[in-house]
């Protein structure tokens, strides 16, 4: 117990945290009269018991986090939050079984936006705006947050963020104090989301409606109040309203403070992700709109552009919202848009997946090795941005994928071991890991993961919280080395 002890008390700190959020929700039951009122005094109360308890047990056996303390406590977090997020859903649907509760909230605070629910429109809306709610928390990390307003945490602070926080390159601060950089990544996150919230609104959507897809897009999750997600409002206004929130949360959210913090565009500029996601994702809009329409899907260019830009943008950014079933769309179409997923949105984003600056630095490893074949004696080094990559960056991120495309061969072979067919295997497994949502067929964008036995649900599950921590930070707990002394 001692040994853990600091871990504990600062998940019961995060805990005591993460019951307060469950307000917001009360106080819209209570505007409302959904119905919904109680649950949230149940919620809230056996939340913060169980965190204060937590604490009360362990506080008086204090020490510093290290930095194996901090991949722990990050896999802790994101493990238990989920199941108290579930609580709301499991008081007001009793049929709800707890598994495809903990599904629903661990699809929520990943941001993966996969739901196994049905009747969204006719839920109440404090229980549609705790769903969305998770997502925005989920978005910039729940973590991160707690740096931003613990300072108790102190030196553990750093060992936290670095866990948490994705991108392969994360020693890299904005100010001189984590706090700080914390504060401020949350404040831009916040300021980002007011003005999509304004924006929704301009193009017809009301105050609700507004605020939860605001949430879900800033938190690129993908949840929607309705069961026909974004296709419910057969508005191109709506849709291009948030295809531009999509792109702005798909980027890295440091480069929009330091854009904001010197009052310039040239942070975009200068940011090798930004230029290379948007060329990626804006041309393959345009690439695969002509493919679709030249294979008849849609009699008119510009509405294959519409509906193609749209999909397609959701899915690269790891987003899920959907306006139309793509499921019938070529092939082709749509496992580019999965691949897209692993790879266009930028680290320090709310996306998950590969991220950019691994994707842009593999091809430039690439793109050496084949020059040292002609040159052998020369020296290469790769660069990002006019500068060089160290070779320890470039030897960690070729692990990173090794890793990442054997946890998706193995998990797939798991849910086909099921019974599950190719397609809506490979699909869940890569939409899970890239937290992007709807997959095809059994899982596709015209249906949700209902359908999946409680075993298939639970690998699903796993991969959603393993991509959302990009992959290591929850595997090296599981390794023998992490528990020795």
């Known amino acids: ?111 993966t936006g996969a739901t196994v629910l049905t009747g969204l429109d006719y839920l109440p809306k404090s229980i549609n705006l705790w769903r969305h709610q998770l997502h925005w928390m989920g978005g910039m990390g729940i973590i991160v947050l707690a740096v931003a307003i613990f300072p108790l945490l102190g030196v553990g602070g750093m060992q936290l963020y670095k866990a948490e926080t994705p991108g392969p390159m994360k020693d890299d601060k904005l100010t001189p104090r984590i706090t700080e950089t914390a504060k401020n990544l949350w404040l831009v996150y916040f300021a980002i989301t007011l003005a999509c919230i304004g924006a929704l609104m301009l193009v017809g959507l009301d105050w609700f409606e507004a605020v939860c897809h605001a949430f879900s897009v800033m938190g690129l999750g993908g949840f929607s109040t309705h069961d026909a997600s974004v296709g419910y409002f057969n508005s191109p206004q709506v849709e291009y309203g948030l295809i531009l929130f999509m792109l702005i949360a798909g980027m890295n959210f440091a480069t ?19 230029k290379g996601f948007l060329l990626l994702v804006l041309g393959s809009c345009m690439g695969i709109s002509w493919y679709v329409w030249m294979q008849g899907v849609y009699a008119d260019f510009w509405v294959a552009v519409r509906h193609v830009s749209f999909n397609l943008v959701s899915m690269a950014t790891d987003c899920g919202f959907v306006s139309t079933d793509y499921n019938a769309w070529p092939p082709c179409a749509t496992f580019w848009m999965l691949y897209l997923s692993c790879v266009s949105v930028s680290s320090g984003s709310t996306g998950g997946g590969i991220k950019m600056v691994r994707t842009i630095l593999t091809f430039n490893q690439a793109m050496r090795e084949m020059s040292k074949q002609i040159h052998p004696a020369a020296v290469l080094p790769v660069r990002l941005g006019g500068h060089a990559v160290e070779n320890r960056i470039i030897f960690a991120i070729q692990t990173y994928v090794l890793v990442y495309c054997t946890l998706v061969l193995f998990l797939t072979m798991l849910l086909m071991a099921t019974g599950l067919d190719l397609v809506s295997s490979v699909s869940a497994i890569i939409a899970c890991i890239n937290n992007a949502g709807p997959g095809l067929n059994v899982v596709g964008p015209a249906n949700n993961y209902a359908p999946l036995t409680d075993f298939q649900t639970w690998v699903c599950t796993f991969t959603m919280l393993v991509g959302r921590l990009e992959l290591f930070t929850l595997l090296v707990v599981f390794t023998p080395a992490f528990w020795r002394k």
């Not at 819209?28 to 009269?33: E, I, M, P, Q, S």
């Not at 896999?75 to 709301?88: C, D, G, M």
């Not at 009052?263 to 975009?268: G, I």
Request: aromatic residues 14%.
């Open 1 to 111: 117990m001692r040994k853990l002890a600091p871990v504990i008390t600062t998940l019961g700190l995060v805990l005591m945290l993460f019951s307060f959020t469950m307000l917001l929700p009360l106080l819209v039951a209570w505007l409302t009269d959904d119905g919904a009122l109680t649950v949230y005094d149940e919620s809230i109360g056996i939340t913060f018991a169980s965190g204060f308890l937590m604490w009360l047990a362990t506080y008086r056996m204090k020490r510093e986090l290290a930095a194996r303390d901090g991949y722990l406590l990050v896999s802790l977090i994101w493990s238990v939050l989920p199941a108290f997020a579930t609580l709301p859903l499991l008081f007001h649907l009793p049929n709800l079984s707890f598994t495809d509760a903990y599904f629903e909230t661990m699809s929520g605070l990943t941001t």
């Open 256 to 274: 929009h403070f330091l854009a904001w913090r010197g009052r310039s565009l040239r942070a975009y500029l200068g940011d090798s992700e930004a």
